[in-house]
């Protein structure tokens, strides 16, 4: 209906909504008018207050906006006015850019101006580290300190403990600097599986009371179960918050429990 008569339709979907949230009806207008009237399309999406219904425009209109080349689709995002709007449509699209255009996706995020853009940059070096990690290395290495740089360092050490746990603690270590509890926290959920012993060590940097203890949880848990002598052993003698300290009590006693009934 919006592809034949928007008119009709956007009056249809003005009429038939009640209250103030935002118009359910009008999603499947923008979807319809998404590849004939994108422009118009977007001024609807822009007029709907931030919800659901809201991403799920966005979502619709992403295709066509990056159909039409990066520096469109850049365009078109640095002209929404909503902060939330921006925020989230500029994850959206250097997500994709950064598969193609790592260096000229990353280097948006850093002009933008947008308060988010930082909040990218990771998932944007780290597509980059997976193409060529010595040009995301070499870029990290150009950006001033800050939010952005930060991101960039989470995005980097992602890649790398996948990869190589050792090697992204190396450069972790390198870059403290710019560590803060998200890098931490991220690495250590990246790096885990392949070497717990190395990324339980970095646990205590997470100043973050609540998600340390949640930290501790999951990779002492996974370790005990994949090698219970060298967990048990690490954990000797170490001084861990009271939460964790009486749960690895319980849960080594469990395990050994279970060990001697069979």
Not at 2 to 30: C, F, L, Q, T, Y
Not at 61 to 80: E, S
Not at 170 to 195: I, K, P, S, T
Not at 199 to 210: K, L, Q
Request: hydrophobic share 35%.
């Amino acid at each position: 209906w919006a592809r034949s008569n928007p008119d009709g339709a956007i009056d249809w979907a003005e009429s038939h909504h009640e209250g103030d949230g935002a118009n359910p009806w009008m999603v499947g207008v923008i979807k319809g008018l998404a590849a004939s009237d994108s422009s118009r399309a977007t001024d609807l999406m822009n007029a709907m207050p931030y919800s659901r219904q809201r991403g799920e425009a966005l979502s619709a209109l992403m295709p066509q906006m990056l159909a039409q080349g990066p520096d469109f689709a850049k365009g078109w995002v640095d002209g929404f006015a909503d902060d939330r709007l921006r925020d989230g449509a500029i994850r959206r699209v250097s997500e994709a850019l950064a598969q193609t255009d790592p260096a000229g996706t990353a280097d948006w995020l850093l002009t933008s101006g947008a308060d988010g853009a930082w909040r990218s940059m990771d998932d944007v070096m780290g597509a980059w580290a997976s193409q060529d990690e010595s040009a995301a290395r070499s870029y990290f290495q150009s950006l001033p300190s800050g939010d952005m740089r930060s991101s960039a360092l989470r995005g980097l050490t992602n890649h790398m403990a996948t990869q190589n746990p050792r090697e992204a603690a190396d450069f972790l270590d390198a870059n403290a600097a710019d560590a803060n509890d998200q890098v931490y926290e991220q690495f250590v959920y990246h790096g885990y599986r392949n070497d717990p012993g190395l990324v339980a060590e970095y646990i205590s940097r997470v100043e973050g009371s609540r998600e340390q203890e949640r930290l501790y949880r999951r990779v002492l848990d996974h370790w005990l179960f994949q090698d219970y002598d060298a967990a048990s052993n690490w954990i000797i003698g170490r001084e861990f918050p009271e939460n964790v300290s009486r749960r690895l009590e319980r849960r080594i006693e469990e395990m050994q429990g279970n060990s001697n009934s069979n």
